[in-house]
Protein backbone atom coordinates (compact mmCIF):
# COMPACT_ATOMS: atom_id res chain seq x y z
CA UNK A 1 0.00 0.00 0.00
CA UNK A 2 1.30 3.53 -1.11
CA UNK A 3 2.20 6.02 1.43
CA UNK A 4 -0.32 8.04 -0.24
CA UNK A 5 -3.12 5.36 0.04
CA UNK A 6 -1.95 4.75 4.18
CA UNK A 7 -2.29 8.23 4.83
CA UNK A 8 -6.13 8.19 3.11
CA UNK A 9 -6.71 5.06 4.86
CA UNK A 10 -5.83 6.24 8.52
CA UNK A 11 -7.49 9.87 7.53
CA UNK A 12 -10.48 8.36 6.65
CA UNK A 13 -10.97 6.15 9.87
CA UNK A 14 -10.36 8.69 12.14
CA UNK A 15 -13.24 10.71 9.90
CA UNK A 16 -15.40 8.43 9.78
CA UNK A 17 -14.97 7.39 13.84
CA UNK A 18 -15.76 10.83 14.80
CA UNK A 19 -18.47 11.98 12.36
CA UNK A 20 -20.26 8.22 13.30
CA UNK A 21 -20.35 9.06 16.83
CA UNK A 22 -19.85 12.85 16.44
CA UNK A 23 -19.59 13.62 20.76
CA UNK A 24 -15.97 15.13 20.29
CA UNK A 25 -17.30 17.82 17.50
CA UNK A 26 -20.47 18.75 19.41
CA UNK A 27 -18.38 18.77 22.41
CA UNK A 28 -15.27 21.06 20.98
CA UNK A 29 -18.51 23.59 19.03
CA UNK A 30 -20.38 24.27 21.89
CA UNK A 31 -17.26 24.85 24.51
CA UNK A 32 -16.42 27.13 21.73
CA UNK A 33 -19.63 28.85 22.26
CA UNK A 34 -19.97 29.13 25.71
CA UNK A 35 -16.21 30.55 25.78
CA UNK A 36 -17.78 33.14 23.24
CA UNK A 37 -20.57 34.08 25.68
CA UNK A 38 -18.26 34.30 28.68
CA UNK A 39 -15.88 36.40 26.92
CA UNK A 40 -18.93 39.00 26.54
CA UNK A 41 -19.63 38.83 30.42
CA UNK A 42 -15.58 39.17 31.01
CA UNK A 43 -15.18 41.89 29.10
CA UNK A 44 -18.34 44.25 29.47
CA UNK A 45 -18.38 44.80 32.42
CA UNK A 46 -18.09 48.59 31.54
CA UNK A 47 -20.86 50.00 29.89
CA UNK A 48 -20.45 49.85 25.77
CA UNK A 49 -16.90 48.75 26.36
CA UNK A 50 -15.25 48.63 22.91
CA UNK A 51 -14.37 45.44 22.13
CA UNK A 52 -12.76 46.01 18.58
CA UNK A 53 -9.19 45.36 19.32
CA UNK A 54 -9.96 42.09 21.38
CA UNK A 55 -11.63 40.09 18.30
CA UNK A 56 -8.67 38.89 17.17
CA UNK A 57 -7.57 37.81 21.18
CA UNK A 58 -11.06 36.24 21.92
CA UNK A 59 -11.02 34.05 18.73
CA UNK A 60 -7.55 32.29 18.82
CA UNK A 61 -7.88 32.00 22.72
CA UNK A 62 -11.70 30.13 22.02
CA UNK A 63 -9.68 27.84 19.37
CA UNK A 64 -6.93 27.12 20.82
CA UNK A 65 -8.68 26.04 24.02
CA UNK A 66 -11.30 23.80 22.22
CA UNK A 67 -8.05 22.12 20.45
CA UNK A 68 -6.80 21.18 23.74
CA UNK A 69 -9.83 19.64 24.15
CA UNK A 70 -10.17 18.19 21.09
CA UNK A 71 -6.40 16.96 21.07
CA UNK A 72 -6.57 15.14 24.72
CA UNK A 73 -9.82 13.46 23.74
CA UNK A 74 -8.62 11.79 20.38
CA UNK A 75 -5.26 10.67 21.32
CA UNK A 76 -6.89 9.30 25.11
CA UNK A 77 -9.67 7.69 23.13
CA UNK A 78 -7.14 6.17 20.55
CA UNK A 79 -4.89 4.87 23.11
CA UNK A 80 -7.57 3.37 25.51
CA UNK A 81 -9.28 1.52 22.35
CA UNK A 82 -5.42 -0.02 21.45
CA UNK A 83 -5.87 1.61 18.33
CA UNK A 84 -1.96 3.23 18.07
CA UNK A 85 -0.96 -0.24 18.86
CA UNK A 86 -2.73 -1.74 16.35
CA UNK A 87 -1.65 0.40 13.55
CA UNK A 88 1.73 0.77 14.68
CA UNK A 89 1.89 -2.92 14.29
CA UNK A 90 0.81 -2.84 10.72
CA UNK A 91 4.13 -1.82 8.30
CA UNK A 92 3.14 1.95 8.16
CA UNK A 93 5.63 4.46 7.91
CA UNK A 94 5.51 6.22 11.36
CA UNK A 95 5.86 9.83 9.41
CA UNK A 96 2.23 8.91 7.29
CA UNK A 97 0.49 8.46 11.04
CA UNK A 98 1.82 11.87 11.83
CA UNK A 99 0.78 13.23 8.76
CA UNK A 100 -2.53 11.62 8.77
CA UNK A 101 -3.21 12.41 12.35
CA UNK A 102 -2.11 15.92 11.76
CA UNK A 103 -4.96 16.14 8.82
CA UNK A 104 -7.73 14.60 10.67
CA UNK A 105 -7.39 17.56 13.81
CA UNK A 106 -6.60 20.24 11.13
CA UNK A 107 -10.13 18.64 9.63
CA UNK A 108 -12.30 19.10 12.94
CA UNK A 109 -10.55 22.63 14.07
CA UNK A 110 -11.87 23.91 10.21
CA UNK A 111 -15.20 22.37 10.84
CA UNK A 112 -15.32 24.07 14.21
CA UNK A 113 -14.08 26.97 13.32
CA UNK A 114 -16.81 27.13 10.42
CA UNK A 115 -19.32 27.07 12.89
CA UNK A 116 -17.76 29.49 15.67
CA UNK A 117 -16.48 32.57 13.44
CA UNK A 118 -20.26 33.35 11.87
CA UNK A 119 -21.57 33.00 15.34
CA UNK A 120 -18.58 34.95 16.83
CA UNK A 121 -19.08 38.19 14.07
CA UNK A 122 -22.98 37.96 15.35
CA UNK A 123 -22.07 38.39 19.01
CA UNK A 124 -18.94 40.81 18.71
CA UNK A 125 -18.77 42.09 15.11
CA UNK A 126 -20.65 45.40 13.84
CA UNK A 127 -19.86 45.73 10.21
CA UNK A 128 -20.04 43.63 7.31
CA UNK A 129 -16.47 42.38 6.19
CA UNK A 130 -17.53 40.13 3.67
CA UNK A 131 -14.31 41.74 1.52
CA UNK A 132 -11.72 40.84 4.20
CA UNK A 133 -12.97 37.14 3.98
CA UNK A 134 -10.04 35.76 2.15
CA UNK A 135 -7.34 37.93 4.21
CA UNK A 136 -8.86 36.21 7.38
CA UNK A 137 -9.64 32.54 5.74
CA UNK A 138 -5.42 32.36 4.51
CA UNK A 139 -4.36 33.58 8.52
CA UNK A 140 -7.03 31.14 9.48
CA UNK A 141 -5.38 27.80 7.74
CA UNK A 142 -1.80 29.45 8.55
CA UNK A 143 -1.82 29.11 11.94
CA UNK A 144 -4.08 26.36 11.96
CA UNK A 145 -1.40 24.14 10.49
CA UNK A 146 1.02 25.13 12.53
CA UNK A 147 -1.24 24.46 15.91
CA UNK A 148 -2.51 20.59 14.88
CA UNK A 149 1.19 19.96 13.29
CA UNK A 150 2.66 20.49 17.36
CA UNK A 151 -0.73 19.65 18.79
CA UNK A 152 -0.43 16.34 17.28
CA UNK A 153 3.18 15.78 18.08
CA UNK A 154 2.77 16.81 21.49
CA UNK A 155 -0.46 14.76 22.43
CA UNK A 156 1.24 11.42 20.91
CA UNK A 157 3.79 12.00 23.50
CA UNK A 158 1.60 13.35 26.44
CA UNK A 159 -1.23 10.64 26.13
CA UNK A 160 1.92 8.01 27.07
CA UNK A 161 2.76 9.63 30.27
CA UNK A 162 1.01 9.97 34.21
CA UNK A 163 -0.45 12.82 33.43
CA UNK A 164 -2.11 12.48 30.00
CA UNK A 165 -4.35 15.52 29.67
CA UNK A 166 -2.69 17.75 31.85
CA UNK A 167 0.79 17.32 30.34
CA UNK A 168 -0.69 18.69 26.93
CA UNK A 169 -1.33 22.38 27.50
CA UNK A 170 1.90 23.07 29.49
CA UNK A 171 4.07 21.54 26.40
CA UNK A 172 1.99 22.88 24.00
CA UNK A 173 0.83 26.41 24.84
CA UNK A 174 4.76 27.88 25.31
CA UNK A 175 5.46 26.53 22.09
CA UNK A 176 2.73 28.41 20.16
CA UNK A 177 2.57 31.72 21.54
CA UNK A 178 4.42 32.89 18.28
CA UNK A 179 1.85 31.59 16.32
CA UNK A 180 -0.90 33.56 18.87
CA UNK A 181 0.88 36.50 18.41
CA UNK A 182 1.03 36.29 14.74
CA UNK A 183 -2.40 35.04 14.34
CA UNK A 184 -4.86 37.64 16.78
CA UNK A 185 -2.44 40.49 15.11
CA UNK A 186 -3.42 39.72 12.08
CA UNK A 187 -7.32 38.60 12.60
CA UNK A 188 -7.68 41.94 14.91
CA UNK A 189 -6.02 44.26 11.91
CA UNK A 190 -8.74 42.26 10.18
CA UNK A 191 -11.61 43.00 11.95
CA UNK A 192 -10.80 46.31 13.21
CA UNK A 193 -9.09 48.65 10.38
CA UNK A 194 -10.31 45.94 7.58
CA UNK A 195 -6.55 45.21 7.03
CA UNK A 196 -5.65 43.27 3.56
CA UNK A 197 -2.73 41.33 2.29
CA UNK A 198 -0.43 44.16 1.78
CA UNK A 199 -0.82 44.82 5.99
CA UNK A 200 -0.76 41.79 7.31
CA UNK A 201 1.91 40.21 4.53
CA UNK A 202 4.87 40.30 7.39
CA UNK A 203 2.65 38.36 9.92
CA UNK A 204 2.00 35.70 6.88
CA UNK A 205 5.27 34.99 5.83
CA UNK A 206 5.61 34.63 9.54
CA UNK A 207 2.66 31.86 9.66
CA UNK A 208 3.83 30.37 6.57
CA UNK A 209 7.57 29.86 8.37
CA UNK A 210 6.48 28.79 11.17
CA UNK A 211 4.12 26.52 9.54
CA UNK A 212 7.49 25.19 7.21
CA UNK A 213 9.70 24.79 9.77
CA UNK A 214 7.47 22.81 13.10
CA UNK A 215 5.91 20.45 10.25
CA UNK A 216 9.85 19.36 9.05
CA UNK A 217 10.67 19.33 12.99
CA UNK A 218 7.82 17.28 13.87
CA UNK A 219 8.69 15.03 10.51
CA UNK A 220 11.98 14.55 11.87
CA UNK A 221 10.87 13.61 15.50
CA UNK A 222 7.92 11.55 15.32
CA UNK A 223 9.16 8.66 14.95
CA UNK A 224 10.84 8.81 18.09
CA UNK A 225 7.65 9.99 20.08
CA UNK A 226 5.30 7.96 18.34
CA UNK A 227 7.93 4.82 20.36
CA UNK A 228 8.54 1.50 19.36
CA UNK B 1 18.17 59.65 39.00
CA UNK B 2 21.13 60.29 40.57
CA UNK B 3 24.55 58.20 40.24
CA UNK B 4 23.55 56.98 43.89
CA UNK B 5 19.94 55.98 43.38
CA UNK B 6 21.39 54.18 40.11
CA UNK B 7 24.20 52.95 41.84
CA UNK B 8 21.67 51.12 44.55
CA UNK B 9 19.76 49.32 41.72
CA UNK B 10 23.13 48.12 40.40
CA UNK B 11 24.58 46.72 43.71
CA UNK B 12 20.91 44.85 44.59
CA UNK B 13 21.84 43.42 40.34
CA UNK B 14 25.25 42.09 40.97
CA UNK B 15 23.82 40.45 44.70
CA UNK B 16 21.19 39.16 43.61
CA UNK B 17 23.00 37.35 40.77
CA UNK B 18 25.77 35.97 43.38
CA UNK B 19 23.03 35.09 46.07
CA UNK B 20 21.55 32.66 43.33
CA UNK B 21 24.57 31.23 41.99
CA UNK B 22 26.33 30.86 45.40
CA UNK B 23 22.84 29.56 46.75
CA UNK B 24 22.83 27.12 43.32
CA UNK B 25 26.52 26.05 44.19
CA UNK B 26 25.97 25.13 48.23
CA UNK B 27 23.00 23.00 47.40
CA UNK B 28 24.61 21.02 45.30
CA UNK B 29 27.73 20.66 47.07
CA UNK B 30 25.21 19.54 50.05
CA UNK B 31 24.02 16.92 48.11
CA UNK B 32 27.37 15.78 47.29
CA UNK B 33 28.44 15.40 50.37
CA UNK B 34 25.32 13.15 50.96
CA UNK B 35 26.09 10.79 47.99
CA UNK B 36 29.71 10.92 49.10
CA UNK B 37 28.63 9.40 52.48
CA UNK B 38 25.69 6.70 50.71
CA UNK B 39 28.49 5.73 48.23
CA UNK B 40 30.98 4.85 50.91
CA UNK B 41 28.13 3.23 53.24
CA UNK B 42 26.86 0.90 50.34
CA UNK B 43 30.52 0.43 49.36
CA UNK B 44 30.94 -1.11 52.42
CA UNK B 45 27.51 -2.72 52.99
CA UNK B 46 28.38 -4.77 49.05
CA UNK B 47 32.03 -5.50 50.28
CA UNK B 48 30.80 -6.84 53.62
CA UNK B 49 28.06 -9.04 51.63
CA UNK B 50 30.67 -10.43 49.37
CA UNK B 51 33.03 -10.59 51.90
CA UNK B 52 32.70 -13.44 54.10
CA UNK B 53 30.28 -15.98 52.36
CA UNK B 54 31.81 -15.64 49.11
CA UNK B 55 27.89 -16.38 47.14
CA UNK B 56 26.09 -17.38 50.46
CA UNK B 57 24.51 -14.16 49.67
CA UNK B 58 21.36 -13.55 48.02
CA UNK B 59 23.26 -12.00 44.88
CA UNK C 1 36.85 8.22 51.54
CA UNK C 2 38.17 10.50 48.12
CA UNK C 3 36.53 14.01 48.59
CA UNK C 4 34.99 15.26 45.19
CA UNK C 5 36.57 18.48 43.96
CA UNK C 6 35.48 19.35 40.35
CA UNK C 7 36.78 20.97 37.95
CA UNK C 8 38.55 23.24 40.34
CA UNK C 9 40.09 25.19 36.96
CA UNK C 10 37.70 25.88 34.90
CA UNK C 11 36.18 27.69 38.36
CA UNK C 12 39.03 29.33 39.10
CA UNK C 13 39.05 31.12 35.28
CA UNK C 14 35.55 31.71 35.63
CA UNK C 15 35.73 33.83 38.46
CA UNK C 16 38.96 35.56 37.00
CA UNK C 17 37.21 36.70 34.11
CA UNK C 18 33.93 37.67 36.19
CA UNK C 19 36.23 39.68 38.16
CA UNK C 20 38.34 41.21 35.66
CA UNK C 21 35.01 41.98 33.90
CA UNK C 22 33.19 43.75 36.25
CA UNK C 23 36.01 46.22 37.57
CA UNK C 24 36.87 47.17 33.52
CA UNK C 25 33.24 47.65 33.74
CA UNK C 26 32.85 49.93 36.71
CA UNK C 27 36.52 51.74 36.88
CA UNK C 28 37.51 51.64 32.74
CA UNK C 29 34.27 51.90 31.25
CA UNK C 30 32.42 55.23 31.21
CA UNK C 31 28.52 56.23 32.62
CA UNK C 32 26.56 55.66 29.99
CA UNK C 33 24.85 58.92 28.39
CA UNK C 34 21.84 58.06 27.90
CA UNK C 35 18.44 58.27 30.13
CA UNK C 36 19.97 54.78 31.41
CA UNK C 37 22.71 56.66 33.06
CA UNK C 38 24.61 54.58 36.25
CA UNK C 39 21.97 51.58 36.06
CA UNK C 40 23.42 50.46 32.50
CA UNK C 41 26.28 49.18 34.56
CA UNK C 42 24.16 46.06 35.21
CA UNK C 43 24.79 45.20 31.24
CA UNK C 44 27.80 43.86 32.07
CA UNK C 45 26.71 40.70 34.08
CA UNK C 46 22.71 40.83 32.25
CA UNK C 47 23.75 40.26 29.01
CA UNK C 48 26.53 37.86 29.81
CA UNK C 49 23.97 35.67 31.31
CA UNK C 50 21.62 35.92 28.48
CA UNK C 51 24.18 34.69 26.08
CA UNK C 52 24.81 31.93 28.36
CA UNK C 53 21.82 30.84 28.89
CA UNK C 54 21.07 30.52 25.19
CA UNK C 55 23.98 28.56 24.77
CA UNK C 56 23.75 25.87 27.37
CA UNK C 57 19.91 25.13 25.77
CA UNK C 58 22.29 25.11 22.47
CA UNK C 59 24.23 22.57 24.50
CA UNK C 60 20.80 20.98 25.11
CA UNK C 61 19.69 20.98 21.78
CA UNK C 62 22.81 18.86 20.58
CA UNK C 63 22.88 16.10 23.08
CA UNK C 64 19.02 15.72 22.50
CA UNK C 65 19.70 15.16 18.83
CA UNK C 66 23.05 12.87 20.04
CA UNK C 67 20.91 10.99 22.04
CA UNK C 68 18.25 10.03 19.85
CA UNK C 69 20.96 9.17 17.12
CA UNK C 70 22.91 6.59 19.42
CA UNK C 71 20.02 5.95 22.54
CA UNK C 72 23.38 6.55 25.20
CA UNK C 73 21.97 7.80 28.05
CA UNK C 74 25.31 9.58 28.78
CA UNK C 75 23.55 12.56 26.13
CA UNK C 76 20.00 12.45 27.80
CA UNK C 77 22.57 13.01 30.99
CA UNK C 78 24.02 16.26 29.27
CA UNK C 79 20.72 17.95 27.91
CA UNK C 80 18.73 17.89 31.33
CA UNK C 81 21.94 19.52 33.03
CA UNK C 82 22.04 21.69 30.09
CA UNK C 83 18.44 22.66 30.56
CA UNK C 84 18.47 23.23 34.49
CA UNK C 85 21.57 25.29 34.16
CA UNK C 86 20.03 27.31 31.37
CA UNK C 87 16.75 27.51 33.31
CA UNK C 88 19.09 28.91 36.72
CA UNK C 89 20.57 31.50 34.12
CA UNK C 90 17.19 32.37 32.65
CA UNK C 91 15.49 33.23 35.80
CA UNK C 92 18.75 35.15 36.45
CA UNK C 93 18.59 37.15 33.37
CA UNK C 94 14.95 38.28 34.01
CA UNK C 95 15.81 38.98 38.00
CA UNK C 96 18.75 41.17 36.44
CA UNK C 97 16.35 42.76 33.66
CA UNK C 98 13.53 43.41 35.76
CA UNK C 99 16.17 45.46 38.51
CA UNK C 100 17.13 47.00 35.41
CA UNK C 101 14.09 48.18 33.82
CA UNK C 102 12.96 49.25 37.34
CA UNK C 103 16.20 51.60 37.59
CA UNK C 104 16.42 52.62 34.17
CA UNK C 105 12.14 53.18 33.33
CA UNK C 106 10.49 52.95 36.37
CA UNK C 107 8.73 49.93 35.96
CA UNK C 108 9.47 46.38 37.11
CA UNK C 109 7.57 44.62 34.00
CA UNK C 110 7.35 45.48 30.66
CA UNK C 111 5.99 43.49 27.59
CA UNK C 112 8.77 43.88 25.42
CA UNK C 113 10.74 41.35 23.15
CA UNK C 114 13.85 40.37 25.97
CA UNK C 115 11.85 40.08 28.90
CA UNK C 116 9.01 38.35 27.32
CA UNK C 117 11.04 35.74 25.40
CA UNK C 118 12.76 35.03 28.62
CA UNK C 119 9.77 34.28 30.43
CA UNK C 120 8.48 32.32 27.83
CA UNK C 121 11.68 30.26 27.98
CA UNK C 122 11.57 29.85 31.23
CA UNK C 123 7.70 28.34 30.86
CA UNK C 124 9.25 25.72 27.80
CA UNK C 125 12.02 24.70 29.47
CA UNK C 126 9.81 24.51 32.97
CA UNK C 127 7.10 22.29 30.83
CA UNK C 128 10.69 19.83 29.72
CA UNK C 129 11.00 19.36 33.31
CA UNK C 130 7.64 18.51 34.09
CA UNK C 131 7.69 16.07 30.84
CA UNK C 132 10.35 14.28 32.49
CA UNK C 133 8.32 14.31 35.88
CA UNK C 134 5.39 11.83 34.20
CA UNK C 135 7.80 8.99 32.28
CA UNK C 136 9.11 6.82 35.00
CA UNK C 137 10.44 4.34 32.55
CA UNK C 138 14.40 5.31 31.71
CA UNK C 139 14.72 5.32 27.80
CA UNK C 140 11.22 6.35 27.07
CA UNK C 141 11.37 9.61 29.11
CA UNK C 142 15.30 10.09 27.78
CA UNK C 143 13.18 10.25 24.38
CA UNK C 144 10.71 12.19 25.18
CA UNK C 145 12.82 14.32 26.87
CA UNK C 146 15.06 14.53 23.32
CA UNK C 147 12.25 15.06 21.45
CA UNK C 148 10.71 18.12 23.17
CA UNK C 149 14.34 19.94 23.69
CA UNK C 150 14.79 19.66 20.49
CA UNK C 151 11.46 21.26 19.52
CA UNK C 152 11.74 23.68 22.17
CA UNK C 153 15.33 25.53 21.13
CA UNK C 154 14.31 25.74 17.38
CA UNK C 155 10.82 27.75 19.06
CA UNK C 156 13.51 30.05 21.00
CA UNK C 157 14.15 32.47 17.88
CA UNK C 158 10.87 32.09 16.42
CA UNK C 159 9.13 33.19 19.61
CA UNK C 160 12.08 36.22 19.98
CA UNK C 161 11.16 37.26 16.09
CA UNK C 162 7.71 36.98 17.06
CA UNK C 163 7.55 39.30 20.52
CA UNK C 164 9.19 42.11 17.73
CA UNK C 165 5.68 41.93 16.27
CA UNK C 166 4.37 43.58 19.67
CA UNK C 167 4.74 47.74 20.16
CA UNK C 168 8.32 49.11 20.24
CA UNK C 169 9.44 48.55 23.80
CA UNK C 170 12.29 50.26 25.65
CA UNK C 171 15.35 47.31 26.06
CA UNK C 172 17.99 48.86 24.15
CA UNK C 173 19.52 47.13 21.52
CA UNK C 174 23.16 45.30 22.04
CA UNK C 175 24.15 44.80 18.68
CA UNK C 176 22.92 47.12 15.77
CA UNK C 177 23.71 46.11 12.15
CA UNK C 178 26.45 48.84 12.02
CA UNK C 179 28.92 47.37 14.97
CA UNK C 180 27.77 47.11 17.88
CA UNK C 181 26.98 50.78 18.99
CA UNK C 182 29.47 50.46 22.44
CA UNK C 183 32.61 52.25 23.02
CA UNK C 184 35.67 50.14 23.02
CA UNK C 185 35.96 50.25 26.97
CA UNK C 186 32.49 48.97 27.44
CA UNK C 187 33.13 46.61 24.70
CA UNK C 188 36.27 44.89 26.54
CA UNK C 189 34.32 44.99 29.97
CA UNK C 190 31.20 42.95 28.11
CA UNK C 191 33.63 40.56 26.28
CA UNK C 192 35.80 39.52 29.03
CA UNK C 193 32.22 39.13 31.56
CA UNK C 194 30.87 36.79 28.97
CA UNK C 195 33.80 34.23 28.87
CA UNK C 196 33.90 34.34 31.93
CA UNK C 197 29.88 33.35 32.23
CA UNK C 198 31.08 31.08 29.05
CA UNK C 199 33.46 29.48 31.77
CA UNK C 200 30.95 29.66 34.32
CA UNK C 201 28.69 27.39 32.52
CA UNK C 202 31.18 25.11 31.39
CA UNK C 203 32.49 24.48 34.76
CA UNK C 204 29.09 24.01 36.56
CA UNK C 205 28.05 21.45 33.61
CA UNK C 206 30.86 19.47 34.44
CA UNK C 207 29.81 19.85 38.42
CA UNK C 208 26.93 18.98 37.85
CA UNK C 209 27.55 15.97 35.22
CA UNK C 210 29.44 14.66 37.72
CA UNK C 211 27.22 14.75 40.51
CA UNK C 212 24.76 12.93 38.20
CA UNK C 213 26.87 10.02 37.69
CA UNK C 214 27.42 10.26 41.68
CA UNK C 215 23.58 9.57 41.61
CA UNK C 216 23.60 7.02 38.96
CA UNK C 217 26.32 4.82 41.18
CA UNK C 218 24.00 5.13 44.19
CA UNK C 219 21.29 3.79 42.34
CA UNK C 220 23.28 1.03 41.19
CA UNK C 221 25.05 0.14 44.02
CA UNK C 222 21.59 0.06 45.95
CA UNK C 223 20.07 -2.43 43.66
CA UNK C 224 22.94 -4.56 43.51
CA UNK C 225 22.84 -4.89 47.10
CA UNK C 226 18.72 -5.53 47.14
CA UNK C 227 19.37 -7.53 44.45
Not at chain 1, 163 to 180: A, K, N
Not at chain 2, 10 to 26: E, G, H, P, Q, T
Not at chain 3, 113 to 119: A, E, K
Not at chain 3, 155 to 166: G, H, K, Q
Request: aromatic residues 12%; proline residues 3%.
Amino acid sequence: MSGWAQFRAILRKDLIRELRTRDMLVSMILFVLLAMVIFHYAFTVKENADLTYFTGGMLWVTFIFAMLLGLNRSFAQEKDERCLDGLLLCPVDRVTIFFAKSAGNLIFLLIIQAVAVPVFTLFFIEHNYAGDLLPFLVVLLLADVGICALGTLLATISMNTRSRDLLLPILLLPLIVPVLIAATGATTLIFAEGAGFADLAARLLFLLGFDAVFLVAAWGTYDFAIGE
Amino acid sequence: MTIEEGAKFVASAYAVILAVLVIYYFMSARRVSALERDVQLLEDEANRRQGPAGGAGAG
Amino acid sequence: MKKLVIAPALFAEAGICLIAGLLLGFWLAPVDASSMGYSQKIFYYHAPIAETALVAFGVSFVAAIAYLRSGDLKWDRLSYVSVRLGLLFSILVMLTGMIWGKAAWGTWWDWEPRLTTFLLVCFLYAAYWVLRSVVDEEQRRATYAAVFAIIAFIDVPVTFFATRFLPAGMHPTVITTGGTGMPGSMFVSFFISMVGMTLLLAALTRRDLAIEKLKDRVADLKTTIGG
